[in-house]
């Protein structure tokens, strides 16, 4: 996890909410890691983070077993394409039946692959690589889409 970690807070423009004990966070977001473009250091009112490191189950979110310990997930909103390209499926039609608990293998969201979420229990060798180019691109995606709302400066 700390080198995807590494990888991640390299980004320029990156927000990192990495809740702890104590924190105003909910405690079931305690350890967890969520990501966001925020050059402004201001979560973005109207956007998700474009990733998410998850340490535990969250109520609905099981399949991935991950209430043992060492056992942790990378989640990235990839978008329909890349879905697609990385799954053989489309991210609104289940098809294949999948093992959401099988580590270091880029598998759809258990939850949220209809909106283009792809998860990787524990990424490793198999998939580090990979990870990090996923991270990069929907880094960037999320930059376009904050540029896009974004009101133009004036010229002058």
Do not use: C
Request: proline share 9%; aromatic share 8%; no cysteine.
């Amino acid at each position: 996890m700390e080198r995807l970690l590494q990888t991640i807070r390299a980004f320029d423009g990156l927000l990192e909410l990495a809740p702890t004990e104590g924190s105003a966070s909910p405690e079931i977001a305690w350890g967890d890691h969520f990501f966001y473009y925020a050059p402004d250091g201001e979560v973005p009112a109207r956007e998700q983070p474009y990733a998410t490191i998850v340490t535990k189950n969250y109520p609905g979110d099981t399949m991935s077993d991950l209430d043992h310990p060492g056992r942790w997930r990378l989640n990235i909103r990839v978008g329909t394409e890349a879905f697609a390209e990385l799954t053989g499926e489309h991210p609104r039609t289940a098809v294949a039946s999948w093992d959401y608990a099988a580590a270091d293998r880029v598998l759809p969201h258990p939850v949220y692959r209809a909106q283009g979420w792809v998860s990787i229990v524990n990424p490793a060798a198999s998939t580090h690589a990979l990870a990090a180019r996923l991270l990069r691109q929907a880094h960037e995606a999320a930059q376009r889409r904050a540029e896009r709302r974004s009101p133009p400066t004036p010229r002058g």
